[in-house]
């Protein structure tokens, strides 16, 4: 089955830039999607088809990817950007959608 | 605007059956798009059980395919997961929701809130 990997845990200071890694095998072919999760809330689509944003996502969030690595990055961090982030992709080989083990998003 | 709910027992016993439907309201289940189950235990990350499309078609994680079972109900206008032989592990808040029309590049704009199963005796 296909894996992303996603760092556990990245920090940043208020007002600078945090960057999401997500890594998988030639995930540059496959469309990237990126939720944003609050403690006891439901997931949020921040990204997706790698770097589209969906209406009221402000634009200090932003997608890449190719080759091996798809980045979510986040501009301007700020308290309220704290959060667990996670990649998706639909396997195709499998019929299946996997996400990414996660990032916490830590705001110094 | 279409909204997503959860529902079912909150604890279910081991060797059991995990029971949970999703009422969809605002909207028509019949919408040509996916429907999904996305589980994710205390302090860890999400996992996608299955999928079912309006018209029944369905596909499962390969590691519950066993125990599994998700289905459309179009009169009731809600999908439903059953989740057999349960065990401790199957302790989790499950989630359903909406997959975009544009199935692998919309993403998921719609959720359930989610609710607890704890498998306890």
């Known amino acids: 089955s296909y894996v992303l990997t996603q760092p556990p845990s990245v920090s940043v200071a208020p007002a600078k830039t945090a960057r999401i890694t997500c890594g998988g095998d030639?995930?540059?072919?496959?469309?990237v999607h990126w939720y944003q999760q609050k403690p006891g809330q439901a997931p949020v689509l921040v990204i997706y088809y790698n770097s589209d944003r969906p209406s009221g996502i402000p634009e200090r969030f932003s997608g890449s990817n190719s080759g091996n690595t798809a980045t979510l990055t986040i501009s301007w961090v700020e308290a309220g950007d704290e959060a667990d982030y996670y990649c998706?992709?639909?396997?195709?080989?499998?019929?299946?959608?996997?996400f990414g083990g996660g990032t916490k998003l830590t705001v110094l | 605007q279409v909204q997503l709910q959860e529902s079912g027992p909150g604890l279910v016993k081991p060797s059991g059956t995990l029971s949970l439907t999703c009422a969809v309201s605002?909207?028509?289940?019949?919408?040509?798009?996916?429907w999904s189950w996305v589980r994710q235990p205390p302090g860890r990350g999400l996992e996608c059980i299955g999928e079912v499309f309006h018209n029944g078609e369905t596909n499962y994680n390969p590691s519950l395919k066993s125990r599994l079972s998700i289905s459309v109900d179009k009169s009731s206008n809600h999908f439903s997961l059953r989740l057999r032989s349960v065990t401790a592990a199957d302790t989790a808040v499950y989630y359903c929701?909406?997959?975009?029309?544009?199935?692998?590049?919309?993403?998921?704009?719609?959720w359930g809130r989610g609710t607890l199963v704890t498998v306890s005796s």
């Open positions: 929701a909406r997959q975009g029309a544009a199935r692998f590049s919309s993403g998921w704009r719609l």
């Open positions: 998706q992709v639909w396997d195709g080989s499998g019929d299946l959608w996997v």
């Open positions: 030639n995930v540059g072919s496959k469309s």
């Open positions: 605002g909207g028509s289940i019949s919408s040509t798009t996916w």
